[in-house]
């Protein structure tokens, strides 16, 4: 029902900057919150960041002061703008939202995921 386009991803040397989009598409009425999550090699997804519709945002403290989400609610779009990575940024990264459909009925979804891997 929600489909999802991510792009972003790659190799980048510690001390970079990585910017992630993604734009949601599909059966929504509207989309409350919008975020990322990653997954390390060999652990489980865990919370990068999220923004709701009116741009109040959550970012896990391993990050904050280093990534900044934001939204394009017209578009369905949120970003990660990445600065500063590092090695323990390795990853992949997944587009998250919670949307409600036409029939009103709510769920989380997510993207296919794209890799970010920081190395020298």
């Known amino acids: 029902q929600v489909q999802f386009v991510e792009s972003g991803g790659g190799l980048v040397q510690p001390g970079g900057s990585l910017r992630l989009s993604c734009a949601a598409s599909g059966s929504i009425f509207s989309i409350n919150v919008m975020g990322w999550y990653r997954q390390a090699p060999g652990k489980q997804r865990d919370l990068v960041a999220t923004i709701t519709s009116g741009g109040s945002t959550n970012i896990v403290d391993s990050v904050k002061g280093r990534f900044t989400i934001s939204r394009d609610n017209a578009k369905n779009a949120v970003y990660l703008q990445m600065n500063s990575l590092e090695p323990e940024d390795t990853g992949v990264y997944y587009c998250?939202?919670?949307?409600?459909?036409?029939?009103?009925?709510?769920?989380?979804?997510w993207g296919q995921g794209t890799q970010v891997t920081v190395s020298s």
């Open positions: 998250y939202c919670h949307a409600r459909d036409w029939q009103w009925s709510t769920a989380d979804y």
